[in-house]
């Protein structure tokens, strides 16, 4: 893994952010899906319980009308069966997808930063969730604080909504700088070991020093890594969009078929699954930014080198 080592701490311009950011997925998916699988695989459980009590739910529902689709109304007391399904399924799906949130949100970023330290070095996941876990307090708190912002931001989207034309354009330019502020700032409180107010300061100071650079590369590798997670889903999307048309066409029972609820309950935690991995994997992109405006704020790895030199030379 040394030889495929890819500096981090280097002043680049916003393509060459764009190149690393893939060169980088490239050569460590394998290992952070394995991190990724390891670190959730009792979340993956609950999904996949929440999905079938959703599904069951929903299908149950569908079953009761005429014809078997729609909402009917011919067994009141199945229909409130159905819908405690739905509503423990909803219940369960929230907590535990809070839960994925809280402990997801740093697993990039001490992923990052061992790969960083490591120089490319072989870690293993067990550093990953070491690192994570201590600093899991400072990440609840920052997680705490995202939410009067996210209200401050939706707050400002209603104002510049009522702007035709050019209000579109400066919400969404909006939402970009706020999305590389806080990635950036999360970044630099976890590598740089800050508290969570100078990360948030320090964030700030980097993603304002380069406006256009942060909000072009949220831009368009939140707009790559969307396609990306499309891409992915499409195979199951395929198979369940046929499967649909064919219980459509013949009149299927799906409230009595075992095929049905399962299809639709492993892709709806499929779904799931992939939608808190593509997540994960658009926090690295604010990573490589942060390590390359640092690099350009303050030239540390820079003059590291230097110092090195000097040293050899004597």
């Known amino acids: 893994m040394a030889e495929q080592y890819i500096e981090l701490r280097v002043n680049r311009d916003f393509g060459d952010i764009l190149s690393v950011y893939f060169d980088f997925l490239r050569k460590n998916l394998k290992k952070f899906t394995n991190v990724f699988l390891s670190y959730n695989g009792i979340f993956i459980i609950g999904l996949l319980i929440c999905s079938y009590l959703l599904v069951t739910g929903f299908v149950g529902m569908i079953s009761m009308s005429d014809g078997g689709y729609g909402v009917g109304t011919e067994n009141p007391s199945g229909s409130n069966s159905h819908w405690v399904y739905i509503l423990i399924g909803g219940v369960f799906y929230g907590l535990i997808m809070m839960a994925v949130l809280c402990l997801n949100y740093g697993l990039c970023a001490s992923y990052l930063h061992l790969y960083e330290q490591s120089k490319g070095r072989d870690f293993h996941r067990r550093e990953v969730w070491a690192h994570n876990r201590d600093n899991l307090g400072k990440t609840l708190l ?49 590598s740089q070991k800050m508290t969570v107010g100078d990360g948030f300061s320090e964030g700030w100071r980097l993603v304002s020093g380069n406006f256009w650079k942060s909000v072009g590369v949220n831009f368009i590798l939140g707009l790559l890594n969307g396609i990306l997670l499309m891409v992915i889903l499409m195979v199951p999307g395929i198979i369940i969009g046929i499967y649909t048309y064919h219980v459509v066409a013949n009149n299927v029972d799906v409230g009595s078929s075992v095929l049905a609820t399962s299809l639709y309950t492993l892709f709806l935690c499929i779904f799931m699954v992939m939608t808190v991995y593509a997540q994960c994997l658009s926090q690295f992109v604010n990573g490589i930014l942060f390590y390359a405006l640092h690099e350009k704020a303050y030239n540390s790895n820079t003059r590291s080198k230097i110092e090195q030199i000097g040293q050899a030379d004597r």
């Open 142 to 190: 920052f997680i705490l604080l995202l939410i009067p912002l996210f209200i401050g931001v939706f707050i400002v989207a209603v104002v510049f909504a009522i702007i035709p034309i050019l209000g579109l354009f400066a919400q969404y330019i909006v939402q970009f700088f706020v999305t590389a502020w806080i990635g950036v700032s999360f970044f630099a409180m976890i």
